[in-house]
């Protein structure tokens, strides 16, 4: 199995950028798909994006289109999430998540979750 923590949540004015990291340990990263949700206070929890194992393809919520980015480095366990261009409805914790299909967008479908990491974008 794998173990998974988020950093890099923190306070950001809206329109500016922040990066989320997600670091893993134990089950090398490179056997799992990757996933990030969010959920904001009084919300479900939603799918935000997925990568497959390599990198080779991803899959974004339209809300999120254009403005954020996901990317992994497999030598080094770790999946990223660039965001820009920030909204206030951004402001959610943001989990990431480990799967063994080639790509999820269903929470259903992970495995393995890190804690969470507090995002708040402040209009």
């Known amino acids: 199995q794998v173990q998974l923590v988020e950093s890099g949540g923190g306070l950001v004015q809206a329109g500016g950028p922040l990066k989320l990291s997600c670091a893993a340990s134990?089950?090398?990263?490179?056997?799992?798909?990757m996933g990030w949700f969010r959920q904001a206070p009084g919300k479900e929890r939603e799918f935000v994006v997925a990568?497959?194992?390599?990198?080779?393809?991803?899959d974004y919520a339209d809300s999120v289109k254009g403005r954020f980015t996901i990317s992994r480095d497999n030598a080094k366990n770790t999946v990223y999430l660039q965001m820009n261009s920030l909204k206030p409805e951004d402001t959610a914790i943001y989990y990431c998540a480990a799967s063994l299909r080639n790509i999820a967008t269903h929470g259903w479908d992970y495995a393995y979750w890190g804690q969470g990491t507090q995002v708040t974008v402040s209009s």
């Open positions: 990568i497959t194992w390599n990198g080779g393809r991803t």
């Open positions: 134990g089950r090398a990263l490179s056997t799992y798909s």
